[in-house]
T-cell receptor
């Protein structure tokens, strides 16, 4: 399968714990995005990488959130000291800079439940 | 600031009926892009179409058609002869050509249920 891959697909954690999600984009894609989707809502932009550089972060990304893309390939999204309000689906998407379609290729998401 | 409004939260139709999903957007930019994505129960968002702000030609792809009207800031999506497999949540989205990348703003989605 050569699509965007996200792990784990589901994570249940207790409030206060740290969690980390991983995203493997389509291999030739140099742009990577993280979105968050809560129940009944559309995805909300969190952050964007071009290669290894994090070029934009949403105000939704509090200090407890950190995202990395160390070698311009896979990315991790870590949430420290989780709160119940962090419960959501975390979506990763990738795209290729030179492509003109504007299409984002999404993974199936990582669902976080904070108890 | 960008905003996308999908006023229809849920729609149910009987198979083979036509259905139109509404989308209204707001943006201050003169150059922008509009999208429709489909999110089936599996959760993965699937790209359906992208339109540029300077191209108001309507588009048809099989049973799908899109009506872009800049004068009313609308980008509606019609499914003709709906099928059960069309059941999903559909998102309209908008992006500015900011910094050469797509910071996409999504609407809240319309859940379509096609009843056999």
């Amino acid at each position: 399968d050569t699509g965007v891959s996200q792990n784990p697909r589901h994570k249940i954690t207790k409030r206060g714990q740290n969690v980390t999600f991983r995203c493997d984009p389509i291999s030739e894609h140099n742009r990577l995005y993280w979105y968050r989707q809560t129940l009944g809502q559309g995805p909300e932009f969190l952050t964007y990488f071009q290669n290894e550089a994090q070029l934009e972060k949403s105000r939704l990304l509090s200090d407890r959130f950190s995202a990395e893309r160390p070698k311009g390939s896979f990315s991790t999204l870590e949430i420290q000291r989780t709160e119940q309000g962090d419960s959501a689906m975390y979506l990763c998407a990738s795209s290729f800079r030179a492509a003109n379609t504007g299409e984002l290729f999404f993974g199936e998401g990582s669902r976080l439940t904070v108890l | 600031a960008q905003k996308v409004t999908q006023a229809q939260t849920e729609i149910s139709v009987v198979e083979k009926e036509d259905v139109t999903l509404d989308c209204v957007y707001e943006t201050r930019d003169t150059t922008y892009y509009l999208f429709w994505y489909k999110q089936p129960p599996s959760g993965e968002l699937v790209f359906l179409i992208r339109r540029n702000s300077f191209d108001e030609q309507n588009e048809i792809s099989g049973r799908y058609s899109w009506n872009f009207q800049k004068s009313t800031s609308s980008f509606n999506f019609t499914i003709t002869a709906s099928q059960v497999v069309d059941s999903a949540v559909y998102f309209c989205a908008l992006s500015e050509a900011k910094g050469g990348y797509q910071k996409v703003t999504f609407g809240t989605g319309t859940k379509l249920q096609v009843i056999p």
